[in-house]
């Protein structure tokens, strides 16, 4: 499993602890920014975790923002990314379960260290069900599909 994380300023901190808590369980992974506490666009660094998974070269991601809100809301115009934005392990487990999230979006001023630590090893380790879920999912890949053609012009 290959996972990419980034973050703007607001979520840098917590960026960090999570990308030293990957390394510390052996994960791989990849750090697309920031690297400092300067302030930037969160689209931006949104973007790169979004197209990183979207293209199939990561499974999973990882982006944190100041409310983990904004990174959502970025990653999910993305075609193929299904992001979750959860502060609490029953929702980070379920979507992966239940929704097939492939991200993970997390606010630094909202959750505390410890608590996004779990949040991020129940998400990490959630195993998506399929079976009745999958025609859900489909339906969602049809959404995209629908405003791409438009998009497209077909
Ligand atoms: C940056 O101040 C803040 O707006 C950003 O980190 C995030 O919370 C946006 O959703």
Redesign the pocket.
């Known amino acids: 499993m290959k996972i990419a994380i980034a973050s ?4 840098y901190t917590l960026k960090n602890y999570l990308a030293d808590h990957l390394k510390e369980q052996g994960y791989t992974f990849h750090d697309f920014g920031v690297f400092s506490d300067e302030s930037v666009d ?1 689209p931006d660094f949104a973007l790169r975790v979004a197209e990183a998974v979207s293209s199939g070269e990561y499974t999973l991601g990882i982006i944190c ?3 983990g ?3 959502s809301i970025v990653a999910n115009k993305v075609p193929g990314v299904r992001a979750a934005h959860c502060h609490d392990t029953f929702s980070a487990r379920m979507g992966r379960e239940h929704n097939d999230a492939n991200i993970l979006t997390l ?1 630094e ?1 909202v959750i505390g260290r410890g608590l996004a630590v779990e949040v991020v090893d129940a998400f990490l380790k959630g195993k998506y069900a399929g079976g009745r879920h999958a025609c859900r999912i489909d339906k969602i890949a049809e959404i995209e599909a629908k405003y791409l053609r438009q998009v497209e012009g077909r």
């Open positions: 703007d300023h607001g979520g969160y923002c100041g409310t809100i904004g990174v606010g001023r």
